[in-house]
């Protein structure tokens, strides 16, 4: 079965940097996107960016464009989430997911990893 492990979160100040990882396995085919996602304190989940794995094209949300870069490492099928400039307004629980390509909805998910950013 498809399985999906978070890693990387903690406390940062405002400016600071964090580095997510995304360890996969257990996926039988071969065209998929792993996407990132958040869920600030009391609000809904929200998508941060996403790579497809073969090409290795990737789009972000706008409120992270220029700060976030979602990359991957095929010999550890691992998907990074490089965070820097990090602000207030970018804590939460972060998830990583993944889906065949060919699918609209995420049908993977992990079991999130905390991230807060002090003011």
């Known amino acids: 079965q498809v399985q999906l492990v978070e890693s990387g979160g903690g406390l940062v100040q405002a400016g600071g940097s964090l580095r997510l990882s995304c360890a996969t396995s257990?996926?039988?085919?071969?065209?998929?996107?792993v996407g990132w996602f958040r869920q600030p304190p009391g609000k809904e989940r929200e998508f941060v960016a996403a790579i497809i794995w073969n090409v290795g094209s990737a789009w972000y949300a706008e409120s992270v464009t220029g700060r976030f870069t979602i990359s991957r490492d095929n010999a550890q099928n691992t998907v990074y989430l490089q965070m820097n400039s990090l602000k207030p307004e970018d804590t939460g629980v972060y998830y990583c997911a993944t889906k065949e390509l060919s699918q609209g909805n995420y049908a993977y998910w992990g079991q999130g990893t905390q991230v807060t950013v002090s003011s």
């Open positions: 257990g996926r039988t085919f071969s065209d998929y996107t």
